[in-house]
């Protein structure tokens, strides 16, 4: 089991800046690929970053490429999601999440945990 808790929501203007973190516990020895989700007021969950067990390898949705950066310290076993150049259209909750898996899953179905998620607002 891994147990996930994100931190780092909050209230924002549009063009600010919030870092997200996701602390993992639990058997965080094994392989995870970690990823971050969104899921905005009457809308679908979505996927925003993910990155693989070693770090190297990344990937994001299109619509928070060159604004935001997913990275993380395997030492501390936290993710960290750094958002840039917020819009109002960012503003959702923010959940992470863990793969057993050496790819970079970009849908949720492979994530076996997550969070209870971190509120993001962004105002015009």
């Known amino acids: 089991q891994v147990q996930l808790v994100e931190s780092g929501g909050g209230l924002v203007q549009a063009g600010g800046s919030l870092r997200l973190s996701c602390a993992a516990s639990g058997r965080t020895s094994l392989n995870y690929a970690m990823g971050w989700f969104r899921q905005g007021p009457g809308k679908e969950r979505e996927f925003v970053a993910a990155?693989?067990?070693?770090?190297?390898?990344?990937d994001y949705a299109d619509s928070v490429k060159g604004r935001f950066t997913i990275s993380r310290d395997n030492a501390k076993n936290t993710v960290y999601l750094q958002m840039n150049s917020l819009k109002p259209e960012d503003t959702a909750v923010y959940y992470c999440?863990?793969?057993?898996?050496?790819?970079?899953?970009?849908?949720?179905?492979?994530?076996?945990?997550w969070g209870q998620g971190t509120q993001v607002t962004v105002s015009s």
């Open positions: 999440a863990a793969a057993r898996t050496f790819m970079v899953p970009t849908t949720a179905k492979p994530y076996d945990y």
């Open positions: 990155i693989s067990w070693s770090g190297g390898r990344t």
